[in-house]
């Protein structure tokens, strides 16, 4: 009967994933229902903490970026992928590290990844190698973002948990996933051909009109931008330094006295990081657009919010049937991965990096799989240095990131393999991940 349950659970992933949008919620749905009413599983709880979360703090970079904070954002990041362009594959992956990380969003990639592969072009460098990184980069900032819902999620919801948690993660995954990208880089500092004597490249270069773009000079003016941009910037950072701090000094917050254990507070009275984030994040947003008189409407029409839906009910629909699927087999399950786990810890990264290929949601990945690391007894540092596992969307080449960085680049370079996963992305994935997470153990033991 478990088998047949787990067919039915990566069934309503797998299709839920080739809808695209929110097809992988409804989908989630289906399965939901067949579990309840076929199966008669006791419904698990919704993740309606990762949800408020998502709404939060999405809905505060929405208002960034109808401020025009992501617009000068994505200029500072082009002069600095910009000033050395013969290292660009290197430059190119750090600094879309960096400014993911600070967004807390990988939605800044897509601006940069024309410039990225433009840079690259011009130098004779085989785009795939920057833009192939530089995805991969971008999914390895929110392991370790405090304003990445995946982080928010792992460090409350129920999971880690503790006072401090979230310090523990970026204290760990940010330093490990930063030693990932640098083997990646070098991983694939002499992928391919050189352009140069790629035949895909060279027969694009008999055209003319190809030939002489490729070669002119940007002709693109850097985009005006809003007055209230540079405002929005600082007090989205305010809103990260006092979300850093609420998780470095709990005591800082206000304590109310001991209860009934709620969605915001704990049996102790203690705030948890959802209402901490919550209240942190829209109140900033609340002031961007005061302060630079950016209209709430106009927050609603940008990209990010609508992102925002997409996301919330993609977890909404796919966490709560595979919370479900666990709870029903927890014991089956436990028992049979709880003694190869509890010698070899690092085991259960593979289990992780599997479900996070198909769920294409580091928060859905996430707030499933970590709850059972809980269970089986791995410990904290442990599951923080497996946290990177979660970023393995780039397995199965349909995630918007990786799609985009195919279609930017003009010289062909960067592709989708014949037998699919033989994709420009899959090697420095793979390394990244891997030295991640080894790097988090390293790390973490020394902590």
Same mark, same amino acid.
């Given at each position: 009967?478990?088998l047949?349950q787990f067919?039915i659970l990566?069934a309503m992933i797998l299709i839920?994933?080739?809808m =695209?949008?929110?097809?992988l919620g409804?989908?989630g749905?289906?399965?939901?229902m067949i579990?309840?009413?076929? +199966?008669q599983m006791r ?5 309606i903490d $990762?949800?408020l979360?998502?709404m939060?703090?999405?809905s ?6 109808a401020?025009?904070?992501l617009?000068?954002?994505?200029q500072?990041?082009?002069k600095?992928?910009?000033?050395? /362009?013969s290292n660009?594959?290197?430059i190119? /992956?750090?600094?879309?590290?960096f400014f ?9 990639l897509y601006s940069?990844l024309?410039?990225?592969s433009e840079v690259?072009a =011009? &130098?004779?460098?085989?785009p ?14 929110i392991?370790?973002?405090?304003m990445?819902a995946?982080?928010?999620?792992? #460090?409350g919801a129920?999971?880690l ?5 979230l310090?523990?993660?970026?204290k760990?995954?940010i330093?490990?996933c ?14 391919g051909k050189e352009?140069e004597?790629?035949?895909? @490249?060279?027969? =694009?270069?008999k055209?003319?009109? +190809?030939?002489k773009?490729l070669?002119?000079?940007?002709g693109?003016k850097p &985009?005006q931008l809003k ?5 929005a910037?600082v ?5 990260v ?5 609420a998780?470095a000094?709990p ?7 001991a209860?009934?254990?709620s969605?915001v507070?704990t ?5 948890k990081m959802?209402a901490?984030?919550s209240i942190?994040?829209l %109140?900033a ?5 005061l302060? %630079?008189k950016t209209? #709430? $409407?106009?927050?609603? &029409?940008?990209?990010?919010?609508s992102a925002?839906?997409?996301?919330v009910?993609?977890? +909404?629909g ?5 919370a %479900? @699927?666990?709870?029903h087999n927890? $014991?089956?399950i &436990?028992g049979?991965?709880?003694e190869?786990?509890?010698a070899?810890?690092w085991?259960?990264?593979i289990? $992780?990096f599997?479900?996070g #290929?198909l769920?294409?949601?580091q ?10 690391g809980?269970a089986?007894?791995? /410990? ?5 240095a497996i946290f990177?596992a979660?970023?393995a ?6 995630y918007p990131?990786l799609?985009?960085?195919i279609?930017f680049?003009?010289?062909g370079s960067? =592709? ?7 994709h ?5 994935g793979l390394?990244?991940?891997v030295v991640?997470?080894?790097?988090g153990f390293l790390?973490?033991?020394f902590?």
């Open positions: 009967m478990l047949i067919i990566i839920g994933s080739q =695209k949008g929110i097809g409804v989908m749905m289906v399965g939901l579990f309840v009413f076929l +199966f419904p698990g709880d919704p993740p $990762v949800m979360v998502i939060a703090i999405v505060t970079a929405a208002t960034l970026q401020c025009g904070g617009d000068y954002l994505v500072l990041a082009e600095v992928i910009r000033s050395n /362009p660009i594959v290197f190119a /992956p750090f600094t879309v590290y993911c990380l600070f967004a807390g969003t990988a939605h800044l940069l024309p410039i990225i690259a =011009k &130098k004779r460098i085989r795939e190698r920057p833009l192939s990184v530089s995805v991969i980069a971008s999914h390895l900032a392991t370790g973002s405090p990445s995946a982080t928010a999620a792992f #460090a129920g999971i948990a503790y006072p401090g948690a310090i523990d993660i970026m760990i995954c330093p490990a930063l030693i990932g990208i640098l083997f990646s880089c070098f991983a694939v500092l002499k992928k352009l004597e790629d035949p895909i @490249f060279i027969e =694009k270069m055209d003319p009109e +190809f030939a773009n070669d002119s000079e940007p693109n &985009k007055k209230g941009a540079k405002t910037v007090i989205f950072a305010i809103a330094l006092l979300i850093v701090l998780g000094c005591q800082l917050l206000p304590q109310f006295g209860g009934e254990a969605l507070l049996a102790n009275g203690e705030l959802v901490v984030i942190v994040t %109140t947003s609340a002031l961007m657009m302060l %630079t209209s #709430a $409407v106009d927050v609603t &029409k940008v990209s990010l919010f925002m839906a997409t996301a009910v993609s977890v +909404f796919v966490v709560w049937m595979s %479900t @699927f666990m709870a927890q $014991v089956v &436990k049979f991965m709880e190869i786990v509890t070899h810890p085991t259960f990264a289990a $992780v599997a479900l #290929a769920m294409f949601s928060a859905a990945t996430t707030k499933t799989m970590m709850p059972l809980m089986l007894g791995v /410990p904290h540092h442990a599951l923080i990177p979660v970023n969307d780039f397995v199965l080449p349909g990131t799609l985009a960085a279609n680049d003009r010289t960067t =592709k989708i393999g014949k037998f699919v996963v033989n420009s992305f899959m090697v420095p390394v990244a991940v991640a997470i080894a790097a790390i973490g033991a902590l």
